[in-house]
C-alpha cells in the first residue's frame, strides 16, 4: 500500500496536536512524527518518545486513530505516560526487546559523576531496574489482549526511577546510561569522547530520512560494547528486511566530545 499524501499526514498532526492555546508542530515535524510511529507498527523500533508539542495522551490517541482512518496504521499501538513523558509503543515488540533485556542483550553503563570514568553494568547490578523491566513486561502482555480497536492508554508511577536509563530501555537501544540518583543527575561524560550511532531510513519521495535512532556510548568502552552493538544492529537488519514500508536503511557512528552531556 502506497503512503498518503504528504498533506495528509500533516493535517492529522496539525488538527489532533495543534489544537488550542498549543502550536501547531511543523510541516517536516509532522511527517517525521509519522514515519517514527510507522516504524514502531513495523517493529523497526519498540516505542517513540513523542517531544513534539505540548500535546497530551488524549490528543495523541486521536492522532494515532486518524492515522488508523487514513490506513497508515492498523490497531494496536498503546500510549503510555511516564511523569507527564508519553510514549507511543508496539506492546508485542516492546515486550519482545524487553523479555531479550531480561536475558542481557542490553548494557548498561554507569556514569554516575561520583566515579572517575564511565563503566559497564549488567542488569544483574541493577536489581530495582530488572524488578521494574518485568513488571513492565507483564503490563504489555495484558495489553496484548485487547482487541479494540481504538488506541490504548496508560500511565506508570515513577517517583524512584532513572527515567534516563528506563527510557534507554523502553526506546530500544543496546546501550542504555545509568546513574545514581542520590548524587543527582549529573554524569561523568564531560569532555568524554562518545562515539554516537545513528539509524536511518528513508520513507515519503522526495522528504528527508526518518531518524530511527540516535544514541551514544563512551569510545573508551566501545570494545566492551561491541557485542552488544553489533547484535543490535543485525536484528535491526533483520526487522527491516521483513518490512516494506520502508528504504535505505543506514547505520553510522562518529566520534565526538561535549563540554557537558545531558541525559
Known amino acids: 500500500m502506497s503512503p498518503p499524501s ?3 499526514l500533516v493535517a492529522a498532526a496539525q488538527q489532533t496536536l495543534g489544537m488550542g492555546k498549543r502550536k501547531s508542530p511543523p510541516r517536516a515535524t509532522c511527517l517525521h512524527l509519522a514515519g517514527e510511529v510507522l516504524a514502531v507498527a513495523r517493529g523497526l523500533k519498540p516505542a517513540v518518545l513523542y517531544d513534539c508539542s505540548s500535546a497530551g495522551g488524549l ?9 488508523q482512518r487514513l490506513g497508515v ?15 507511543i509503543v508496539s506492546p508485542e515488540h516492546v515486550c519482545w526487546h524487553l523479555e531479550q533485556t531480561l536475558l542481557g542483550t542490553v548494557a548498561f553503563v554507569d556514569v554516575s559523576c561520583t566515579q572517575p570514568h564511565p563503566s559497564v553494568r549488567s542488569l544483574d547490578q541493577l536489581p530495582t531496574l530488572k524488578s521494574l523491566i518485568a513488571d513492565i513486561i507483564t503490563r504489555f502482555q ?18 524512584d526511577w532513572n527515567l534516563c536509563t528506563v527510557f534507554g530501555v523502553l526506546l530500544g537501544y543496546p546501550v542504555s546510561y545509568t546513574f545514581d540518583l542520590n548524587h543527582g543527575d549529573g554524569n561523568c561524560l564531560a569532555m568524554t569522547p562518545l562515539r554516537v550511532f545513528t539509524a536511518q531510513i528513508s520513507w ?5 530520512p526518518i531518524l530511527l535512532y540516535s544514541f551514544s556510548v563512551p569510545e573508551s568502552l566501545f ?23 520502508f528504504a535505505d536503511l ?14
Open 6 to 8: 504528504p498533506q495528509l
Open 59 to 67: 490528543a495523541l490517541q486521536s492522532y494515532l486513530e486518524e492515522l
Open 73 to 87: 496504521l492498523k490497531p494496536g499501538l498503546h500510549i503510555l505516560e511516564i511523569e507527564e513523558n508519553n510514549l
Open 142 to 159: 495484558g495489553l496484548q489482549k485487547d482487541v479494540s480497536p481504538g488506541v490504548s492508554y496508560s500511565k506508570l508511577h515513577s517517583s
Open 204 to 208: 515519503l519521495p522526495g522528504q528527508p
Open 223 to 245: 570494545p566492551d560494547l561491541r557485542d552488544f552493538l553489533s547484535a543490535w544492529e543485525k536484528e535491526l537488519r533483520t526487522r527491516f528486511r521483513t518490512q516494506n514500508a
Open 250 to 263: 543506514s547505520v553510522s557512528s562518529e566520534v565526538i566530545t561535549l563540554r557537558a552531556v545531558a541525559l
